[in-house]
């Protein structure tokens, strides 16, 4: 910054700090209103006889039983006309269902196979899942198809992220982990 224009942002700030100090020594506020700390001659305190909690009017609220209809004011409705004291109201018939019906939600997706293991391809680092089918063990890469119609998205730590392809639905097939008998064979 250059000398000049210092000189001039320091007098402007000068000016600021005179406008702010003759107001406050006024009274005044720079907003409008009156101000916090001001006096006003007019102010007259509350005279109150008796500055304690009137306990036995809370009391006579909280025993006050409510006699009137008890009505919902989210409803547009009137209430139904009471018979008598006691009288149950009929039960509100169901109104009929009108429009079309959706269909059920699909099944979830199940796959006809068990995760129990990956590896990792030292050269390429993409990772391979193992899946048994039957007898049969199944060693698919991520991204490729298995069983003819489901492929596999992502491998991850303790569970594989697998697509059915016809309908692009996903689930995640959790990894099962051996008995305890058969881990250290």
Not at 108 to 118: I, K, T
Not at 159 to 170: L, Q
């Amino acid at each position: 910054m250059s000398r000049r224009v210092q000189i001039y942002v320091l007098a402007a700030l000068g000016a600021v700090l005179v406008l702010v100090l003759y107001k406050a020594y006024r009274g005044d506020t720079l907003v409008g209103g009156s101000g916090v700390l001001a006096y006003d001659p007019k102010f007259q305190p509350l005279d109150v006889q008796e500055p304690r909690l009137h306990t036995e009017l809370l009391e006579r609220l909280r025993k006050l039983d409510y006699a009137g209809t008890h009505r919902n004011i989210f409803v547009a409705t009137p209430p139904l006309p009471d018979s008598g004291p006691g009288s149950a109201r009929p039960a509100p018939k169901p109104e009929p269902f009108v429009g079309p019906r959706l269909p059920p939600p699909p099944p979830p997706l199940q796959v006809p196979a068990e995760f129990f293991g990956y590896a990792t391809r030292s050269a390429s680092g993409k990772r391979v899942a193992f899946f048994t089918s039957g007898d049969d063990v199944l060693l698919v890469p991520e991204g490729d198809t298995f069983l003819g119609r489901f492929r596999l998205v992502h491998i991850g730590n303790d569970s594989a992220d697998v697509e059915e392809i016809a309908t692009g639905r996903h689930t995640n097939v959790q990894l099962v982990q051996p008995p305890p008998e058969q881990a250290g064979n």
